[in-house]
């Protein structure tokens, strides 16, 4: 009806997957923001280190077996992660359901290991600044850890309704993403409240 | 099909169509509704008005310390009172009226500016409206019941920990960075995806308006430099609170650590402020020269280098400690090296004046005044950029001088500028021109009045943030001066305050495009319609309005009973999908509630954490979570491939 040339857009897709999709950039835009606040407290822990003669002061640092451990099952659960992601990609609903429990399986273990890690740091926030860096780090790491899970409680439970269309699977798939950064980040988060009292 | 014919038929579907799009688009009726909307202009002026109410509130404290400081020895205030009304007045123009005013213009603009709907997740943009007027309320009510901060905008330790702040007020300080900096946060990341994702097809990176270009480097700025104050304060609040040891020097803490984070989160801030202003002065200016702005690209490198730059300055405010000689080379360097893109740019701007054709209204008198008194305010930057000269002023009233010039100057004068450009688009309503003659005039020469003499007074050795100083000191005449000044800056947003009052009512109407610009935000209605464009545009040219044929094409098949918008590509604005904007919620406000409630609380105690966080995670459900009519609209979305 109208005379004006147009742009018909209709055939357009209403989802994508990946870097083409808002999610994807929204999702991107936290990874950057708290990407950021971990490396500004790592940098701030040894920023500490630089003032006081051995490290850490006057403590045994945390014990490894907990921590190691975590790392691993952390390390392990990108496994069904990554089988979540591709079935979002192809919209295997059972499968992306089935892979959820999976995860969440994970995420049960890794919080319950982090309670115990939590009790073998050998320190406390209120010893020196040293506990207070370690708590801190970890903290925060462990706040990433229980948004993530419940987050993804969520997302199952959701999963499990009758209100499925495609966008949901791009949700499950930017879900996995952000997973993919609380891992990933654990790994030089590991570096610093484990090895780096042991090297330094 | 006759001409005439065909064209009355065209304009019965428009208005089809413009019914359709204003019932979907519209928001809720009443109080609930007030609370629920999600859409830009809705959010993005109540952004503006705040923060111009922050800054009235701001500026009132100003004065109080203006009249303080008028003689020596004023009984007027205490030093009490002083060190919180001076803590207070920098907080509140740093944090809830500069950041957020720029904010609101970006939320307002970016979209309309780019040919989008809505920007990029409203609910968020509502969320964070509501979390930072709770902060902002917070931070006076603390004030008004005496416990408002009193450590200084900065909030240096070991002044602001448990030690030497007893009670609560520096935790008032440290939580309300924790809602404006979220609040912020999250507009930054609305601003950069609606930038990247939701251009009009044809807006490839090089026809981007300059004003977006600044809102997309400020809000890139804001992503790596706000964490940094975020972590900070909580690392103070919980020394505070929790017994942590991060600047306690007796238990290996360091003060400086304090300094580090806060600057490099602060010299950033400065940019974050005055990066917005930049874009805002291109816009006036090539409007008002009727002419493509003088060099596009060297612009937009400008800006970048300027948002790259701005993370490498920080230690300059910190000359006086124990940095290491090679670390003060390295920054003044650096603090001498930004001073290039901001000189780039500012010859750009000469070559689009001195090519064009001036029209001396409001906007671009701002705009003129704001070449003055920035330079001056730069030239003291790079005096304060050397070493020596540092430690000699560092800490009196040369430096008050300095950043009031490079803030005022660089983004209070271009913000009225913009707000007198940008009123007929905002309101439908054109603001008094000899109103804002005046308005400029009295700020130019009160601005002046209030702040050179404290170039002199800071030379002569006074200090920044004594509440009085006694009659033999000789600071005397010079401080009237400044406090005569400050009168006629009031005066002068009087005058303000008054036009706007009175235009919004009898103002004479605007069109369209008043002012014959260039850009996207000018080629809808004033005030735009709740659903933005009739149809989405397309764009060929750097300035579409100015360059680009009628027949032009329009975007097509979008539905017009669904919120959906068109996503197009990251450089060339190519058409790629289609997505439905989430509707309008009362989730976001409760959720907002919750975590003010959650902040508030861990002021008192560290329980408020985990209790307050049920709250927010009932909140978040509730507003996440799809409803029968999402489920119904996406599916009739995703049906039509």
Redesign the interface.
Known sequence: MNTRPALDVSQLPAYVFGPRGLMWWGTMGIVAIEGTMFVILMTAYFYVRLYVPEWPPNLPPPDLFYGTVNTLVLLMSAVPNQWVKRAATRQDLHAVRLGLLTCLAFAAAFLVLRAYELTALNCSWDTNTYGSAVWMLLGFHTFHLVTDALDTVALTALMFTRRIEGQRFVDVSENADYWYFVVGVWMPVYGVIYLAPRLL | MAGTG??T??AL??DHERRTLERTWRPPPGLIGWLSTAHHQSIGKRFIVTAFGFFLLGGILALLMRLQLAQPESQFLGPDLYNQIFTVHGTTMMFLFAVPMMEGLGVYFVPLMVGTRNI??PRLNAFSYFVYLFGGVMLYVAFLLNVGPDAGWFSYVPLAGPEYSPGKRVDFWAQMITFTELSA?AV??EL??TV??LRA?GMALHRIPLFVWAMLVTSLMI??A???V??SST?LI??RL?????F?PV????PL?WQ??FW?FGHPEVYIIFIPALGIISCVVATFCRRRIFGYTAMILSLAATGFIGFGLWVHHMFTTDVPLLGQSFFTAASMMIAIPSGVQIFCWIATLWSGRPRLHPPLLFVLGFFFVFVLGGLSGVMLASVPFDLQVHDTFFVVGHFHYVLIGGAVFPLFGGLYYWFPKLTGRMLHERAGAWNFWLLFVGFNLTFFPMHQLGLEGMPRRIYTYLPEMGWGDLNLLASLGSGLIALSVLVFLGNVLSSRRHGRLASDNPWQAGTLEWATSSPPPTYTFL?IP?VSSREPLWEQSA????????HRDIREV??T??LDAE??????MPDDSIWPFLTALATAGLFVGSVFTPWAVPIGAIPV?IGL?GW???R?K??DE??T??G??
């Open positions: 065909g064209r038929i065209a579907a428009d990029a997740f946060l930054a990341v950069i995806v990247l994702q097809p992503v790596f706000m964490p940094a975020m972590l690392m919980m020394d929790v017994g942590t040891h991060f306690n238990e290996g803490g360091d650590l580090h984070l490099f149809h397309t027949d032009q094409p329009v975007v097509t098949g979008l068109l996503v590509s990251l058409p790629v999908h289609r997505i439905r995670g459900l996440l979570w799809p029968q999402d489920y996406q599916v979305l995703e039509k491939r």
